[in-house]
DNA sequence: CCCCCGAACCTAGGCCCTCTAGGCAGCAGC
DNA sequence: GCTGCTGCCTAGAGGGCCTAGGTTCGGGGG
């Protein structure tokens, strides 16, 4: 029979926009076998199961998702930087609900530990921050905060969730206004009576990025 | 064969204690009829197939949920109240894994539409926001911040993406003394030159609360 | 009390999916 | 041209969703 020329890497690429097509969760090594006109099972020489090609494709679309972020927030500071990094990741999540989807899946931490694209997402979410003046806990509190309210918002508009009749896009730009003025006004330990422990320590393990 | 007395709210019950313990996307017909010592094609009288049933458990957990925030939250104005319902969402989605995931998915609008607990979820979000004086658009706007954030956030901190040594209780609180802050100092309508439209019309369709 | 009828549960089977074991054929190097 | 590696194959087990159609249990009317 002709020989394909199949790789991980192919699978994995293919898979990413398998994903984008029909949902992350509806890829299945089956259709992925039939796109390549090939059987299933010859997928596993490359592939040891399903459960890798998922977590490829999680480490894949977070490279990508993390440069295309990188190379909007180069070069720009404070407010600039925050939009240029809420933009880039909600436009990356729209156009690519399949890979998006993937980033978001558990993944061994021992393994995305030492992901490059996990390293760099921490470098630049911490780098942006640091125009407020944020030092720990309160830097790692923030990158949680902005951490979940991109994922929140693009995930909830990604499943339908807003239904009102105002333009999304809109919201959106308030809401990244609305996170900058409460970066700006970060709450401070105001060290009231039997203030909370909070070791304002050292950075420690740095939090991860989307690609989780 | 002795009867075991299925009907469609035991079978929702049932999926919604399955989704908590397995996973919501792992609730099989197959598992669920294993739980009832029943063969899967049994369960097709009381429940059309997979997504019905997985809608109904959405439903139900949307209905519990909201229920438990607006316990917390009555009686509560401004930022208690804000406090109250965050606390109470985090502790749904932490204690109810299952349950909170199913409340994301997607689910027809005109169905959701017409559910108590997309009003009253409506009705209590719009009305714990009334104590921050804001007015259309800009309420809706903050009510899509507040369910992006908090969704982000515990579908981040369910899937196991806070690594970082930092308590995430104590970030969480932060984070909501943070969108305290915001909602203060919302972004108000600056009349620079050419404005956005910013249609600041009524309420229209309202957003909706965690049952999408 | 009995019968009867509808509902509750069953078996059988089709289709799709994942994954394993083992076979054959094309391509590289000798 | 031969050899051997490896890429792709067939065969098959196991599980999940769902349909069609059978059987038996339980309660209500005669």
Redesign the pocket.
Known sequence: ?A????SGERLVAAAAELADEVGFENV????LARRFG?????L??HVR???ELRTRVALLAGGEMIDRIAAEVAGRAGKDALRAFADAYRAYALAHPGRYAATQIRVDPALAADSPAMRRTAEITYGMLRGYGLSEPDLTDAVRLLRGTFHGYCALEATGGFNAARDVRASWDKAVDALHTALTHWPRETPGPSGTPGASGTPETPEEGPAA
């Open positions: 029979m020989r394909v020329g199949l299945s090594l089956s259709a090939v059987k299933d099972a010859s596993y020489s199961g399903l459960q």
